[in-house]
């Protein structure tokens, strides 16, 4: 079963990078982030993350934030809050 589940995350991983790679993130008041550089995958958690990247600072973003995708990744709105706890869905990546 941990196999099929394995699966399952690669073959997600592999068309969200189709469908997000070089695509600008926003935030839903229209605030630019940055754009999708490229997909990560955790794979002993499930996990399927955006690596954003604005001006050489990436940062990553888990994939469930995605409130939309057109010509723009629109992200949720729980981003914007200034509480500590809903800041931990942004991880900088240190170079």
């Known amino acids: 079963m941990k196999i099929l589940g394995i699966l ?3 073959l997600t991983a592999r068309g969200l990078k189709i469908l997000l790679l070089n695509k600008e993130v926003i935030l839903p008041n229209g605030v630019s982030i940055g754009v999708v550089a490229a997909i990560r995958r955790e794979m002993s958690q499930d996990k399927i ?6 001006l050489g600072q990436e940062s990553m973003i888990p994939i469930e934030q995605i409130v939309s995708v057109a010509n723009k990744v629109i992200l949720a709105d729980d981003l914007l809050s200034t509480e500590p706890s809903a800041n931990k869905s942004l991880v900088c990546l240190e170079m």
């Open 8 to 10: 399952k995350t690669w």
């Open 49 to 54: 993350w955006m690596v954003i990247d604005n």
